[in-house]
């Protein structure tokens, strides 16, 4: 069971990337997805989360139109576009699999199952 993810960089405020996650030894459709950040001295925070059931999604407040998270079955990827990047969006950005996608102050998933080793986005001023 691995999740890597890819895609982080430096980039210049107001700019974009987009994260990748492949998934790879299990079933992916039995899954909820989710992208989660940290930065050094602070608690991981949840980002953005897309249920299996029917794909809908949650946000984190301060990402919602500025981000979008979304996956591809055929390809057992989960992505998530980031546009208008802020300094403040700079931290290790992790995937997730798990169950039990919650919304509210931020996503969750009440069960993770595997998280992938991270991928740096930095965001320049």
């Known amino acids: 069971v691995q999740l890597v993810e890819s895609g982080g960089a430096l980039v210049q405020s107001g700019g974009s990337l987009r994260l990748s996650c492949a998934a790879s030894?299990?079933?992916?459709?039995?899954?909820?997805f989710g992208w989660f950040r940290q930065v050094p001295g602070k608690e991981r925070e949840g980002v953005s989360c897309?249920?299996?059931?029917?794909?809908?999604?949650v946000y984190l407040d301060s990402v919602k139109g500025r981000f979008t998270i979304s996956k591809d079955s055929a390809k057992n990827i989960v992505y998530l576009q980031m546009d208008n990047l802020k300094p403040e969006d700079t931290a290790l950005y992790f995937c997730a699999a798990g169950n039990g996608v919650r919304g509210g102050l931020q996503p969750i998933l009440q069960q993770v199952y595997r998280w992938g080793q991270g991928t740096q986005v930095t965001v320049s001023s």
């Open positions: 030894g299990f079933i992916f459709d039995d899954y909820d």
């Open positions: 897309i249920r299996r059931t029917d794909g809908s999604t």
